[in-house]
Every structure is written in structure tokens, then in C-alpha cells.
Nanobody, 127 residues
Framework: EVRLVESGGGLVQAGGSLRLSCAASGLAFDEYAIGWFRQAPGKEREGVSSITSTDGTTYYAPSVKGRFTISSDNADDTVYLQMNSLKPEDTAVYYC????????????????????WGQGTQVTVFS
């Protein structure tokens, strides 16, 4: 059974930083892609960033590029999202999602690309 558990959310002042973690179990970590998505109140869920283990390819949404960094630690099957220079518009529930990925294949920022989802962690940025 694949299980994804997010942690690290919280309340932070604008300009501050948070690091989200996505701990995966039941997933072959060397053949996976993990994506981070977020959903703000009254808005649709949107892709934020993704990483593909097979070749290290990463993607970022334009709204977070240069401020957020995605990374993975295969030793503990965890993907991190380092979020710097946070803005009030980054306030949302953040979800991680996973999918098996064959060599030469990458996963981007579309929900349909992922099969497994975590429960989410709340990030609130106040000005």
C-alpha cells in the first residue's frame, strides 16, 4: 500500500520560510515522481513543483520559481519543498502526490499524472 504523509506546514509571516516534507512508503523510491500541489480557499488545486527520481528532472510553477526548491532524500524516502520568501498568496493546503515513473519518463504539474495523494498540510502566510 502506497502512503504519502505531508508535514511541515504552519503559520509564517510574509518573507519567511517553511520546509514541507512528504514521507513515502510502499513506493519504489528509485522509480517514482513526486509532485507538490496546493489548493487555496475557493480556488482549484494547482501544481507547484515536481521531481522525477530517474533523472532528477524538476518542474516549478512560474509563481514559485526562484523561491521554492524541491529535493529528495532517497535514504529516507522523503521529498522536501523548501519555500522561501513566502507571500500571503502562497496560503493554501499543500498536498504531495506520487506516481511510478519509467526511465525516460517525467511527471509534471498536472493532477492526472499522479496516482497517490497525501492528506495535505496547511500553510498560512500573514502580512
Amino acid at each position: 500500500e502506497v502512503r504519502l504523509v505531508e508535514s511541515g506546514g504552519g503559520l509564517v509571516q510574509a518573507g519567511g520560510s517553511l520546509r514541507l516534507s512528504c514521507a513515502a512508503s510502499g513506493l519504489a523510491f528509485d522509480e517514482y515522481a513526486i509532485g507538490w500541489f496546493r489548493q487555496a480557499p475557493g480556488k482549484e488545486r494547482e501544481g507547484v513543483s515536481s521531481i522525477t527520481s530517474t533523472d532528477g528532472t524538476t518542474y516549478y510553477a512560474p509563481s514559485v520559481k526562484g523561491r521554492f526548491t524541491i529535493s529528495s532524500d532517497n535514504a529516507d524516502d522523503t521529498v522536501y519543498l523548501q519555500m522561501n520568501s513566502l507571500k500571503p498568496e502562497d496560503t493554501a493546503v499543500y498536498y504531495c502526490a506520487g506516481a511510478y515513473t519509467a526511465w525516460g519518463q517525467t511527471r509534471g504539474l498536472e493532477e492526472y499524472e499522479y496516482d497517490y495523494w497525501g492528506q495535505g498540510t496547511q500553510v498560512t502566510v500573514f502580512s
